[in-house]
């Protein structure tokens, strides 16, 4: 049995780097990173998404694997990179993002790369709204977060909402409301929770 099964997205942060137009490639996004801070802390993990069969993609796998975070959820697409996303930071420290996925690699599981026996041997299972801005994947993670539901899984539920990925607040809202009452474990911002 895993401690923490979950589906999301994994890409690569640019962070700001020494100049002004530098920039320093990351291992990235919200799930993965969870589960590789979980990994660190020794608890059994395991990853489904997916990412490009390219060098950022490798790279991303070969991180996962470093931290020891179980990798055979992870899918490879050789039709479509792997999701970018620059980070901008402003005068008072905020962050904010520039994405590079028209499509992503994440954008483009689907419900029959769901890996149902990473579920069945889980405790716990989390999912992130990102994964929820596009389909593919919005069905693929709302069915991995249903049978998690059904199976009696402990769920928790990120919302982490970032503009610039969906078509308007309207939709984001709408869509995100749904992941509320598939999860035990809700965790949201000031803006997040106002929003949904």
């Known amino acids: 049995m ?3 099964a979950a589906i999301g997205e994994l890409l690569i942060d640019f962070t700001p780097g020494d100049g002004e137009w530098s920039f320093v490639a990351h291992p990235g996004g919200s799930v993965a990173n969870f589960l590789a801070q979980l990994s660190v802390l020794g608890k059994s ?3 489904m998404g997916m990412v490009g069969q390219d060098q950022f993609g490798a790279y ?9 975070v179980g990798t055979e959820g992870l899918k490879m697409n050789p039709d479509v990179g792997t999701t970018l996303a620059f980070v901008h930071i402003n ?4 962050r904010s993002f520039t994405f590079y996925r028209r499509p992503g690699a994440d954008m483009m599981f689907t419900e029959q790369d769901i890996d149902y026996g990473l579920i069945d041997s889980a405790r716990y299972f989390h999912f992130a709204g990102v994964s929820l ?4 994947m919005r069905s693929a993670t709302f069915a991995a977060a249903s049978y998690a539901r059904r199976a009696g899984k402990v769920i928790s539920f990120d919302p982490n909402y970032r503009a ?3 078509d308007s607040e309207q939709e984001a809202a709408e869509v995100l409301r749904l992941g509320v009452p598939l999860c035990d474990l809700l965790k949201v911002s000031d803006e997040e929770a106002l929003m949904i």
Not at 60 to 68: A, E, H, K, N, S
Not at 91 to 94: F, K, L, N, S, T
Not at 133 to 136: I, V
């Open 2 to 4: 895993i401690d923490v």
């Open 60 to 68: 991303l796998r070969d991180t996962l694997v470093g931290v020891g």
């Open 91 to 94: 005068a008072q420290g905020d």
């Open 45 to 47: 993990t395991a990853f």
């Open 133 to 136: 801005t596009k389909e593919p």
């Open 164 to 166: 610039t990925l969906w």
